[in-house]
């Protein structure tokens, strides 16, 4: 019902910014929480962050607080992540992901249904 397709990845040189697009088709994604994961390589897939269906609540993983900023224009359907003081340690490949409403903690990667194919991201040192 909700396909989600990631862009915007590709390689940058640490202290780099980029911004990751997630564009949603099928239905509104108005109703639903997104969130972004990633995976870097040999390790397990992890929450980075998420934007909650109205928009008014954002969470992050530690390590990417004060770096990383997501939000959602539900006028294009579209939610963005911009990844700014970007670290060797932030290369991994980045998933976007979408639930309808749920009582599950944002960090639960079970609660996810819909899910993009994920964008390449790399840091150099």
């Known amino acids: 019902q909700v396909q989600l397709v990631e862009s915007g990845g590709g390689s940058v040189q640490a202290g780099g910014s980029l911004r990751l697009s997630c564009a949603a088709s099928g239905r509104s994604l108005s109703t639903y929480d997104m969130a972004w994961f990633r995976q870097a390589p040999g390790k397990e897939r992890e929450f980075a962050t998420v934007?909650?269906?109205?928009?008014?609540?954002?969470y992050y993983l530690e390590s990417v607080k004060g770096r990383f900023i997501i939000s959602r224009d539900n006028a294009k359907n579209t939610v963005y992540l911009q990844m700014n003081s970007l670290k060797p340690e932030d290369t991994a490949i980045y998933y976007c992901a979408a639930r309808s409403a749920s009582y599950a903690t944002y960090r639960n990667i079970d609660s996810y249904k819909y899910w993009g194919q994920g964008t390449q991201v790399i840091v150099s040192s």
């Open positions: 934007i909650n269906w109205s928009g008014t609540n954002t």
